[in-house]
């Protein structure tokens, strides 16, 4: 067992401290969340997926429920209208999705939102490697204004929602929540981004880091 001055062991005790307070914090979070009610009825949207041939065809937001009896998780993308390009934020997010995306389809239906052409962002997607990860674009449908992930003159915001389907066929609305906490809150996303967790446990944290589309 490696050995430590007693300075260190008190800094660490404090630390551990902590670090089982903010994990019974997160759990408290998260039970508060399950009790979110489930009542407000979401429009069955029309979508946009490609399918082989690299064409795209209309999808409603329905038919994303591959298993109906799973939640639907919804990634919003920063991709379209006034995003032209890809975020790369949210671009080493869905890397990150798409290296569990066996695991957490066990789970909930997944899909990765976007408002722009949806061929166009598939094949940045399969330049990624993001094989598996299902895309399709809301386009000019009012699915991300509606929720809060798009405003009125375009710009895309970073999110997630969550949809359940009931055995009647109507889509209903659990959860939605992005970067942007309200109040001068940011960093509302960060449970999904590996990236910051790791850098949190250096001694030099985040830093000014921000992450590019390639290095």
Request: charged fraction near 25%; aromatic fraction near 8%; hydrophobic fraction near 35%.
């Given at each position: 067992m490696?050995?430590?001055?007693?300075?260190?062991?008190?800094?660490?005790?404090?630390?551990?401290?902590?670090?089982?307070?903010l994990?019974?914090?997160?759990?408290?979070?998260?039970?508060?969340?399950?009790?979110?009610?489930?009542?407000?009825?979401?429009?069955?949207?029309?979508?946009?997926?490609?399918?082989?041939?690299?064409?795209?065809?209309?999808?409603?937001?329905?038919?994303?429920?591959?298993?109906?009896?799973?939640?639907?998780?919804?990634?919003?993308?920063?991709?379209?209208?006034?995003?032209?390009?890809?975020?790369?934020?949210?671009?080493?997010?869905?890397?990150?999705?798409?290296?569990?995306?066996?695991?957490v389809?066990?789970?909930?239906?997944?899909?990765?939102?976007v408002?722009?052409?949806?061929?166009?962002?598939?094949?940045?997607?399969?330049?990624?490697?993001w094989?598996?990860?299902?895309?399709?674009?809301?386009?000019?449908?009012?699915?991300?204004?509606?929720?809060?992930?798009?405003?009125?003159?375009?710009?895309?915001?970073?999110?997630?929602?969550?949809?359940?389907?009931?055995?009647?066929?109507?889509?209903?609305?659990?959860?939605?929540?992005?970067?942007?906490?309200g109040?001068?809150?940011?960093?509302?996303?960060?449970?999904?981004?590996?990236?910051?967790?790791?850098?949190?446990?250096?001694?030099?944290?985040?830093?000014?880091?921000?992450?590019?589309?390639?290095?």
């Amino acid at each position: 067992m490696m050995e430590h001055s007693d300075r260190y062991m008190r800094v660490r005790e404090e630390l551990r401290q902590a670090e089982i307070a903010l994990k019974e914090q997160r759990e408290q979070v998260a039970e508060l969340r399950r009790r979110l009610p489930l009542e407000t009825v979401v429009e069955d949207h029309e979508f946009t997926e490609t399918t082989g041939d690299a064409t795209g065809r209309t999808v409603r937001l329905s038919e994303l429920f591959t298993r109906p009896e799973l939640p639907l998780v919804a990634v919003h993308f920063m991709f379209g209208k006034k995003q032209s390009e890809p975020c790369p934020m949210c671009t080493q997010c869905a890397d990150g999705y798409a290296g569990i995306l066996d695991h957490v389809s066990q789970c909930v239906n997944f899909v990765v939102v976007v408002a722009g052409d949806v061929v166009e962002f598939t094949r940045y997607a399969q330049g990624r490697g993001w094989e598996g990860l299902r895309v399709a674009s809301s386009g000019d449908t009012s699915f991300k204004r509606d929720l809060g992930m798009e405003d009125a003159e375009g710009a895309q915001m970073p999110g997630a929602t969550v949809l359940e389907r009931t055995d009647d066929g109507r889509i209903l609305h659990f959860y939605t929540g992005g970067a942007m906490m309200g109040d001068g809150h940011y960093r509302g996303m960060d449970l999904l981004m590996p990236l910051w967790n790791f850098l949190d446990l250096t001694r030099q944290g985040r830093g000014d880091f921000f992450p590019r589309i390639g290095y």
